[in-house]
């Protein structure tokens, strides 16, 4: 079905960001378009000046522009010098009456900003009008979707700032039902929530039929990326904890392992998981600004709780119960480990004459250094299995599965600390294939191992 178009030729939707000042207008756009530089976002009023244009595009094909607008400020004394014009103007429309006002607009220099969205709103298909629902009902609201229903416009609500505000949000959603406007929409702007996009884009194809399809085809469009995104995001994580539990260090025996060993071990950890974390943020277009309104415990692009932490075990409830980790020294920070093997059974499996080629050759770096008294320095267990949650639990703020993220604002609560029942197989697997940490490699039983990995993390409930 073909869209209408605008006057200007545009296939593309036209939709006016409207609203009163600092509801988060910018910061919607910015979130739907992932485009942080778009405009300029502040915590006082009045930042939006001027009218600017974003696109969304489905592949190549500009689906919806969209307009932020200057936000509201006085709409009571506004809604007066319609009326007063009213008077004065034939207006047979009300959009005849905003348009009289447009075209007089020198004579109303204190509505200079106000003018600027009543002429982007009349130009436009649609109206979003966001609400910060932590405002009090007052009378410049009903004024506001007043004069913005005079543009003649399908006007959508959306209501901003909804986390921890669950009764203010059902009084306006009650308030606009009594303006008339019964579809609305909860979009906490800051998050970036697939399903809250998909919702506003169903939104407007209720309210602008005629544009069905095209909205269907970016709802398709932004469902595949979506989903490419999170298994970006999973296979990345999958190669952390790979590079992690491969990671192994030759130490000689005779000499012991040294604090430096050690040291070095931690640092190749801490780096490794923040270039996951620096990825992760990444793919999920997370800025600064994000990682802050979300709280995650992130500061300049590091964890500010230490891997190494005897918190850390604590706070992902590893210290005690966890089956996988029975037997496991907590915060023991190394173990060593030969293949998998005791030291003992790696040095008889060299003795034995019956060993298979495929099997020796498995293990010859293992033995190579057991034959020279040398033993591997490994990431312990504990160590492994915190990385796996702490990534699984960014996994969940970033995509926003777990909403309850958004009302405790604790990464370490939002999803359950279990490890899934396969884990220490997982672990235990990826230690006996150490030539995996370029993590380049086609093995089946890599790949085999990375989907089980991907499954578990990209599993709705997060635990299983
Ligand atoms: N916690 C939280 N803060 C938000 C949210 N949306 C916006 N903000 C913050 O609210 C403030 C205002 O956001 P803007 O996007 O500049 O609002 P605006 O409506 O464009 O403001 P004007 O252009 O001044 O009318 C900024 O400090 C944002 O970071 C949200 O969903 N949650
Ligand atoms: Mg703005």
Redo the contacts with the bound molecule.
Sequence with gaps: MPGTRCKSGDPAIHIAVV??????????I?TLTRDEGF??????????RYVEKSTIFAGDVAVINLF?T??FEDSSALLLALEELSKTVEARLPADLLRAFIAQADDFPDFEQEIKVLRQSINSDVLLY?I?VREPLLGKYRDEVEILSMAGKPILPVF????GNTEALTRWREQMTQFNLHAALN?????FDFEAEKRLYQKLQSQLEARYDELQSLIDYRQEVWKNLNHAAVRRIFQLLTEVACYRREVAVSSGITDADIASMQDFVRSAEQRALRDLLTIFAFTQ?DVD?QKLPVHNGRWQLDIFSPHMLHDFGLSAGATALKGAAAGAGIDLMVGGLSLGAATLLGAAVGAGWATLRRYQQELKAAWRGHKWLCVDDNTVSLLYLRQRNLLHTLTQRGHAAQSKLQLTNDVGHALPEQWDKVIKVLRQNPEWQNYSTTDAEYQKLQNLVMDWLLSEDGDD
């Design positions: 609203g009163h000042t600092n509801t988060g207008k910018t910061s919607l910015r405009g300029n976002i502040d915590e006082s009023a009045g930042t939006t932020d200057p936000g966001i910060d901003n700032f909804i986390a979009f906490d702007t800051v998050a600004t309104l």
